[in-house]
């Protein structure tokens, strides 16, 4: 063929609409952290993205394992888009390890981006390929394997520091992010930048750190291994100020905003536990907004410090997953009978029990909803997307101020870690949520009502002439005293009932993507939306317009329209990652005969997998 | 209303008060009720928490803010209250079941931490509430319901435990010796930092007399001492008896010995205070009451508001639009 090989031929640049890139590696290889970085220059070059992160529950499983494998998956887009996609197009993997896990889900023709230097035979044993090794058993035909000698690479780039070998081993995650920028085209400048501020204190790192990044980038320059490099557009987003930000930071500044917003110290009172711990991580920084985190012995002196802060006139928030929350469920009863206001976020991981700590789950619904004793409601709201939980997380404090009472914010371990855009909200936009102390003495009644709200009066220690005493026992009517009279005690629980519905008077009316009426309504609550949207665009894109989706934030009380929206569809499909527990919520109170579709995998939903249960309903 | 002019009666609600007629926790109830008027706190200023239990009903019978909370969790809920407003008195009553049981925990870490609340913890050693079973206080072969052959568990010694946990203020009195049990209550507020005060408080319907050993007039002088601070750890009827440490072994000895034992409540070395609190327990010492130890510490709460107020002087009042956008942010324009 007639190629000129005496000069290197510029690579071609080609526009696509989008990437789904996995790194994969050990769980000491930094893969978060080059994944991250990635995250960051695709935003800052405004592309739209969704991010999955997924390691181990295991903080250092032993090296080269399946156990310790570590997992980044990124899409970035210049379109709107959902979800962090199916499956990646791209996969970069740090070890044999790495690869045995994720090739599964690479489509036939992905790109493979392998570091060689690591299929010793000692890692092709621990991974389990025995004597063979994929990169020369022929195994890998069906995919665009681009070997690269990583740790030698990354070596040679940093021989003017003065790391020892193993330590130079340790920039090998930034040569390969060097590659991939060039081959996406990024810009270094940026990460050059952070990778400064990050490690300020070691600068001989931070010096081998950009070394290797730098070298990936020449790396990919001077080899011809790849033929083209590739652009994504910025996406199309609305019109303002963005950063990309996690669940778990979203939440937190929620709930510091709703602070601000109430005029109300915070209180947040915690212990630490998965996937929730990066939210007290937040906050903690935050106490010049006035902030106070206190990291309790246990899950059950968390919450009960929270109610004594409560009791006490701050805006008490208390935060853990599915372990933490059956603990805490005695104090919640006593928060609700005390009728004092108070956030209780759970962000969701699989169960039961310690079960999968660092996955994700939405199987907490109906312990929300009812795992306690007695008749004690409480308002839930949920997050749908990573930047949403700054929403959910104002809206549970708004209520709980309003209406003195607990409230729940469900979020899940998929929203916590995975990130994208948000378009950062105007500061004076937020409402006030503030509401008045009590300060009147005369003819204070602990236990009088609200007329509208049927919230009691919040009046905390230090009002003078406003002693009184609040517990669990059942509390008489008005006064508060202790009382044990049965007609008292049918009036307490439906006034605890009623005021959990009166929420439903003023939160806005369900409302649906799609057609008001038709064939399909899919129903959805946290973290599926981005899957549940995605698929609903995908086919109005192909010119499909027939399903509809409707997304619920508030879970209790539903959303006054809820029933008569339902029934203008011919069929209603909840997709939930359980077995089936809005869908039970609504069939029990809509009488609607409601489909799930359920997966319980510790992941979330594919959008095809939501896409196929919508044909088979479309077409039976 | 001034805090001078306070009196018992401000402290008493109009709520019956609910304990079986000669229970020792209507002694304690009084005995607060007289030294709250005295501490020159304003009324409002006053936190009652309690867990669950017969000693848990105590903040209905005060009229301060009150707080029954649910079974061992008193001290948790107070370290809330404490830490949103450090300026108010917290009181914790609670009971050898609620606090060293199904509480332990909560317990031994307000210790440790040093949160500036008092605990009054009324050890009848038995659960009254819940109609007599054998509490983590009761004595090993303790028959009751629960244990028709004897209990078999061995039993906490609280004070050992509070001094162990770190508590900064560790005491003892009794619910019938009512001047003991008021100055030794009124201690307790004086002190900043967890005071932990167990009172020996008779359930006369399920453990009658289980300090009757100890408390009963006729044997009391013999068998209690009643420790001073700074002074001989002297004893007896007629002040004939007394304390004498040879290395970590008290031993009883003629009051007029020299050498004798000198107690010192501020002594820094727990050791001899942890000496202290094994006595009593049928080797011939007698048992002591009052105050083991105390020292000077910074407050949990202290150090908790400090740090928020120092962040908001070094780095200004939160601003939350600052906050929103910081981070790496970009820019998408309008469409042209």
């Given amino acids: 063929m007639g190629v000129d090989t005496t000069q290197p031929k510029p690579p071609q ?33 405004g592309n739209d993205l969704a991010t999955l992160p997924d390691y181990p529950a295991e903080i250092r499983a032993p090296a080269g394992t399946l156990p310790g494998v570590s997992g980044y998956q990124l899409r970035f887009s210049s379109l709107d888009i ?121 600068p001989e790192v931070a010096k081998a750190n950009r070394l290797a990044l730098k070298g990936g980038w020449a790396y990919g320059q001077a080899t011809e291994i790849f033929q083209h490099t590739y652009k994504v557009a910025p996406a199309p987003l609305e019109p303002g100020l963005y950063r990309n930000i996690i669940g778990n930071t979203a939440l937190a500044l929620g709930l510091i905003a709703a602070g601000q917003k109430s005029k109300l110290p915070v209180f947040y009172g915690t212990y630490p536990i998965t996937p929730a711990s990066d939210v007290l991580h937040a906050l903690s920084r935050y106490k010049n907004y006035g902030v106070m985190t206190f990291q309790a012995e246990d899950e059950i002196a968390a919450i009960a410090a929270t109610i004594g802060a409560a009791f006490t006139g701050n805006l008490a928030v208390t935060c853990t997953s599915g372990p933490g929350m059956v603990l805490k469920g005695e104090a919640m009863g006593l928060a609700l009978m005390v009728e004092l206001p108070l956030v209780i976020c759970d962000v969701q991981r699989g169960g039961p029990s310690t079960g999968l700590p660092t996955k994700t789950e939405q199987a907490d619904l109906l312990m929300a909803m009812y795992g306690r004793h007695g008749e004690s409601p409480m308002p839930i709201v949920s997050a749908s997307t990573p930047a949403d939980c700054f929403n959910a997380a104002f809206e549970a404090a708004r209520i709980a101020l309003k209406y003195m009472t607990p409230v729940i914010c469900l979020t899940d371990g998929y929203l916590a870690n995975g990130s994208e855009p948000w378009k950062v909200p105007a500061a004076d936009d937020l409402p006030d949520i503030s509401v008045p102390f009590c300060t009147e003495p005369q003819g204070f009644l602990p236990y009088s009502r609200d007329p509208k709200t ?8 230090g009002a003078a002439g406003l002693e009184h005493r609040v517990g669990g026992l059942e509390k008489a009517d008005q ?49 599926t939306y981005g899957a549940i949207a995605g698929v609903r665009r995908d086919l109005e894109r192909k010119g499909d317009s027939s399903i509809a989706h409707l997304h619920l934030r508030h879970l209790n009380p539903f959303p006054k329209n809820l029933g008569e929206v339902l029934a203008r569809y011919e069929k209603v499909l909840v997709p939930e990652l359980n077995c089936g527990q809005l869908v039970k919520l609504l069939r029990d109170r809509f009488l609607v005969p409601a489909v799930g579709l359920n997966k319980v995998q510790g992941k979330p939903f594919k959008k095809v997998e939501i896409l196929n249960k919508v044909q088979e309903m479309l077409e039976s | 209303m001034s805090p001078t002019e306070l009196t018992a009666k401000d402290f008493t609600t109009d709520q019956e008060v609910r304990w079986c007629p000669g229970c020792g926790d209507y002694s304690i109830l009084k005995a607060v009720q007289n030294v709250f008027p005295t501490l020159g706190i304003p009324r409002e200023k006053f936190v009652v928490v309690s867990g669950i239990g017969c000693s848990s009903r105590f903040p209905y019978y005060m009229d301060t803010f009150g707080f029954h909370t649910i079974h061992g969790r008193a001290p948790a809920v107070a370290t809330g209250v404490k830490l949103a407003n450090p300026e108010l008195s917290v009181w914790i009553a609670t009971g050898d079941g609620d606090a060293l049981s199904i509480g332990g925990n909560h317990l031994i870490h307000a210790m440790r931490r040093n949160l500036d609340v008092k605990i009054l913890m009324f050890n009848n050693r038995i659960y009254g509430l819940t109609k007599g079973q054998y509490s983590p206080t009761s004595e090993v072969g303790k028959v009751t319901k629960s244990t028709p052959f004897g209990s078999v568990d061995r039993p906490f010694n609280p004070l050992a435990l509070a001094i162990g946990s770190g508590a900064t203020f560790v005491a003892r009195t009794i619910d019938i010796m009512v001047p003991h049990l008021k100055a030794t209550i009124e201690a307790a507020a004086r002190h900043k930092g967890t005071a932990f005060v167990e009172i020996f408080q008779n359930c006369n319907v399920f453990n009658d007399g289980a300090f009757a050993s100890v408390t009963e007039k006729t044997v009391r002088d013999d068998a209690l001492v009643d420790m001073q601070d700074h002074k001989p750890l002297v004893f007896g009827k007629d002040h004939d008896k007394a304390l004498r440490l040879n290395g970590l072994k008290a031993e009883v000895v003629g009051a007029s010995e020299s050498d004798l034992w000198v107690h010192d409540e501020t002594d820094t070395n727990t050791a001899r205070a942890y000496v202290l609190s094994q006595l009593g327990q049928g080797d011939g010492t007698p048992t002591p009451i009052g105050v083991f130890c105390r020292r000077e510490a910074e407050t949990f709460d202290g150090d908790m508001v400090r740090q928020v107020e120092n962040a908001k002087a070094k780095n200004g009042p939160g601003d939350l639009q600052a906050l929103l956008t910081a981070g790496d942010t970009w820019t998408v324009g309008a469409k042209s």
């Fill in chain 1, 13 to 45: 640049v080609e526009e696509i609409e989008e990437v789904v890139i996995r790194f994969a590696g050990d769980s000491g290889d930094g893969i978060q952290l080059t994944g991250d970085r990635f995250t960051t220059e695709a935003a800052l070059v």
């Fill in chain 1, 82 to 202: 959902m979800t962090p996609g199916d499956q990646p197009d791209v996969l970069v993997v740090m070890n044999p390890a790495a690869l045995k896990v994720n090739l599964a889900d690479l489509p036939k023709g992905g790109v493979i981006i392998v570091n060689t230097d690591s299929f010793s035979s000692n890692n092709l044993k621990k991974a389990g390929y025995g004597e063979k090794n994929p990169l020369e058993d022929g195994s890998l035909d069906a995919f665009r394997v681009l070997p690269i000698e990583l740790t030698r690479l990354t070596r040679d780039a940093l021989e003017e520091t003065t790391l020892t070998p193993k330590e130079k081993d340790r920039s090998k995650n930034f040569f390969a992010l060097g590659v991939l920028f060039w081959l996406y085209n990024r810009p270094l400048e940026n990460t050059y930048q952070w990778i400064g501020e990050k490690f300020k204190k070691l």
């Fill in chain 1, 454 to 461: 049927l919230a009691r009066p919040w009046a905390i220690p």
């Fill in chain 1, 479 to 527: 006064t508060g005293n202790v009382s044990y009279d049965p007609d008292n005690h049918q009036l307490m629980i439906d006034l605890r009932r009623a005021k959990v519905e009166r929420i439903a008077d003023e939160i806005p009316p369900a409302e649906v993507e799609g057609p008001e009426s038709g064939k399909l309504l899919i129903v959805g609550w946290g973290s």
